[in-house]
T-cell receptor
Framework: GAVVSQHPSWVICKSGTSVKIECRSL??????MFWYRQFPKQSLMLMAT?????????EQGVEKDKFLINHASLTLSTLTVTSAHPEDSSFYIC??????????????FGQGTRLTVV | QKEVEQNSGPLSVPEGAIASLNCTYS??????FFWYRQYSGKSPELIMS????GDKEDGRFTAQLNKASQYVSLLIRDSQPSDSATYLC?????????????FGQGTILTVHP
């Protein structure tokens, strides 16, 4: 099956610093990737849609200047949390969908990144 | 009204029993429906996908879709303790939102020996 790799798996950073999270599709090309955030005991909430070669589309309420998304190639999207604060501590998960011939939109998820801001 | 709503949990069933998980969605134009399993601290894992009305079976899992009622369910037969996890219902609207999923709040399932 399609593999999506996310790195790092966990990171601890100091308040005010920036953290970059990478999401790679290993065996398929993904023109679109998605970034989700999950707080404890809550479901996944879509933060933004990452489009290769163009600006990301952010969901309502997500600060685009704080969560910088770059989709540099067909296999790599990065999420940078700038000036992180403790309230940004969460589980960040990316997903990508290979374009199957029948257009079934399976979404394959990375393993997630646990961000803790201290 | 939430876009995707799951039956409130947690759900506890004995080993070997059938676990029934339910989900309703508000967007009548939704095209694709998925069930994911998520273990604590892990990423969601796809269990089932269903696109047309009726039942779809895969091993111990059966997904049921009723678009007229905007309802999708997951049955787990012969439940095992390893099935204990949070189950997420996800919906894709189709069209230009290819790959974009809206998740329900999840149902915690516990299978006790």
């Amino acid at each position: 099956g399609a593999v999506v790799s996310q790195h790092p798996s966990w990171v601890i950073c100091k308040s005010g610093t920036s953290v970059k999270i990478e999401c790679r599709s290993l065996d398929f090309q993904a023109t679109t990737m998605f970034w989700y955030r999950q707080f404890p005991k809550q479901s996944l909430m879509l933060m933004a849609t990452s489009n290769e070669g163009s600006k990301a589309t952010y969901e309502q309420g997500v600060e685009k200047d704080k969560f910088l998304i770059n989709h540099a190639s067909l296999t790599l999207s990065t999420l940078t949390v700038t000036s992180a604060h403790p309230e940004d501590s969460s589980f960040y998960i990316c997903s990508a969908s290979p374009l199957f011939e029948d257009r079934t939109p399976w979404a394959f998820f990375g393993q997630g990144t646990r961000l803790t801001v201290v | 009204q939430k876009e995707v709503e799951q039956n409130s949990g947690p759900l506890s069933v004995p080993e070997g029993a059938i676990a029934s998980l339910n989900c309703t969605y508000s967007d009548r134009g939704s095209q694709s429906f998925f069930w994911y399993r998520q273990y604590s601290g892990k990423s969601p894992e796809l269990i089932m996908s269903i696109y047309s009305n009726g039942d779809k079976e895969d091993g111990r899992f059966t997904a049921q879709l009723n678009k007229a009622s905007q309802y999708v369910s997951l049955l787990i037969r012969d439940s095992q303790p390893s099935d204990s996890a949070t189950y997420l219902c996800a919906v894709n609207a189709g069209g230009t939102s290819y790959g974009k999923l809206t998740f329900g709040q999840g149902t915690i399932l516990t299978v006790h020996p």
